[in-house]
């Protein structure tokens, strides 16, 4: 993964966004569209903290060649 793809979090657009869908999923007046759009949110906002966290330390038995070897990404829905 490069450095920048490191460094992204979430918008502040992307974040009130999210807000208002979780409010709305608390709710239970989702749309399927809007289902799909939180688990996708939430999935890339996975994927930049599993990124962060092992350039932060990577795993003792993996040498960090800044490949994107044995990244994997968690798509369970959480809803």
Do not use: W, Y
Request: charged share 30%.
């Amino acid at each position: 993964m490069s450095k920048t793809a490191a460094r992204r979090t979430l918008t502040e657009e992307v974040q009130e966004r999210v807000s208002a869908l979780m409010e709305r999923n608390e709710a239970g007046t989702l749309t399927p569209d809007e289902v799909a759009e939180l688990d996708e949110i939430t999935v890339l906002d996975q994927l930049f903290t599993l990124v962060r966290a092992r350039r932060i330390s990577p795993a003792p038995d993996h040498a960090h060649d800044g490949s994107d070897a044995g990244c994997e990404m968690i798509t369970s829905r959480r809803l």
